[in-house]
């Protein structure tokens, strides 16, 4: 299940929205990602090292990037490449169904959750400034600009959507 958020912009009335996280269509998300990395579409890079490890998995997941300089953002998959480290993340691998999550929010005493280590890193860059862009935190979320007029969102009409 994801969340995503709509917005109407104070300034202009624009309606817009992103979405986070992974939804029951994850499997056809993370094969046409796949696909897209296959095609070159991320860099040759990025090709090569998945053609050439074992058990690699590239992260699918949406998210919000935020330029650390602008403040422009957009909303796309992590795209870091993973690899597998036990059975779990191996058949999630195998399956076309991995899921990365951050070290912290793993229950501790979980033994046989998937676990993955981190085999290269997507540098987000903004193509506004080319500055670097980072995930957006719960309360830059709530402040992201209109995507036409760089104004504000108006709090009052900003919503919630669970997704699945
Ligand atoms: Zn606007
Ligand atoms: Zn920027």
């Known amino acids: 299940m994801g969340l995503g958020y709509r917005y109407k912009?104070?300034?202009?009335s624009k309606k817009y929205e992103v979405f986070q996280g992974i939804g029951m269509l994850f499997p056809e998300v993370y094969e046409d990602t796949v696909a897209k990395l296959k095609n070159g579409r991320?860099?040759?890079?990025?090709?090569?090292?998945?053609?050439?490890?074992?058990n690699v998995a590239i992260d699918a997941e949406k998210r919000v990037y935020l330029c650390t300089s602008c403040g422009?953002?957009?909303n796309e998959p992590g795209l870091s490449l993973y690899v597998a480290d036990n059975e779990e993340a191996i058949s999630d691998v195998k399956n076309g169904c991995p899921v990365f999550y951050g070290e912290d929010s793993l229950?501790?005493?979980?033994?046989?959750?998937?676990k993955y280590h981190l085999l290269k890193?997507?540098?987000?860059?903004?193509?506004?400034c080319g500055g670097k862009m980072k995930a957006a935190d719960d309360d830059e979320m709530l402040t992201l600009s209109c995507p036409k007029c760089g104004g504000a969102p108006d709090p009052e009409n900003t919503m919630y959507i669970l997704w699945d």
């Open 107 to 114: 229950p501790a005493m979980m033994g046989d959750m998937p």
């Open 9 to 12: 912009c104070s300034e202009c």
């Open 72 to 74: 422009y953002w957009k």
């Open 42 to 54: 991320f860099g040759k890079a990025w090709k090569e090292l998945y053609e050439n490890t074992e």
């Open 121 to 128: 890193e997507h540098e987000h860059k903004c193509k506004k």
